[in-house]
């Protein structure tokens, strides 16, 4: 079962359009990462939002934790905002104590010219 | 500049060979992981480290083992590697176990003939 679901799977944009991505997750969580990944690269942190309105630039993140839901809007984007972005949030192990980052298989975005 | 570094990027070996993956960062972080990603599947959490010789098993702790001696250093370990091990590795740090200053390596692209 995936625990962190994401829509939509793609997403393809003319540059300047905004984009608006979603993520749900089955059980509570008390943290929500975003993430950034180019195509075969690294994970880059975009935002932390354990709730409420975050923003960092272009981007903004908007968590309801009660509904279990998260959304990143990007706007005016450009052709560099193209790859995948994947959404995280936290559970916690009972088995180890500590917490971990569950992820989501991603919104592959292309921004077209 | 803040970074996880991940030795080789590329790796081919046959079936039943021994991998090492080596992972280093220099910010002083406490906790490190190792994770794949596999199309389709997402990120997968292999091991977690909260410290020197503190490693507790992720979500696919089979035929993986691991390593942490140095703060600095960890190490993710096939014996005997199996085809269906071929994935891309990504190492990730963060500051400690609240997930903060999430910070992941540029990947180990894995192929097991």
């Given amino acids: 079962e995936q625990q962190v679901q994401q829509s939509p799977a793609s997403l393809v944009l003319q540059e300047a359009e905004n984009a608006e991505l979603q993520c749900s997750f089955s059980i509570f969580t008390n943290q929500v990462q975003w993430f950034y990944q180019r195509p075969g690269g690294r994970l880059v942190s975009l935002l932390y939002n354990p709730s409420g309105t975050k923003q960092s630039g272009r981007l903004t993140s908007t968590t309801v934790i009660k509904e279990r839901r998260s959304s990143l809007h990007i706007s005016s984007s450009q052709i560099t905002d193209s790859g995948t972005y994947l959404c995280a949030m936290e559970r916690y192990d009972y088995g180890s104590s500590g917490n971990k980052l569950i992820f989501g298989i991603g919104t592959l975005l292309s921004v077209k010219p | ?113």
């Fill in chain 2, 1 to 113: 500049d803040m970074k996880v570094t991940q030795m080789p990027r590329y790796l081919i070996k046959r079936m039943g060979e021994n991998v090492l993956l080596e992972c280093g960062q220099d910010m002083s972080h406490e906790t490190m992981y190792w994770y794949r990603q596999d199309p389709g599947l997402g990120l997968q959490l292999i091991y977690i480290s909260y410290d020197v010789d503190s490693n507790s098993e992720g979500d696919i702790p089979k035929g993986y083992r691991v390593s942490r001696k140095k703060r600095e250093h960890f190490s993710l370990i096939l014996d005997s590697a199996k085809t269906n091990q071929t994935s891309v590795y990504f190492c990730a740090s963060s500051r400690d176990r609240a997930n903060s200053d999430y910070t992941f390596g540029s990947g180990t692209r894995l192929l097991v003939i």
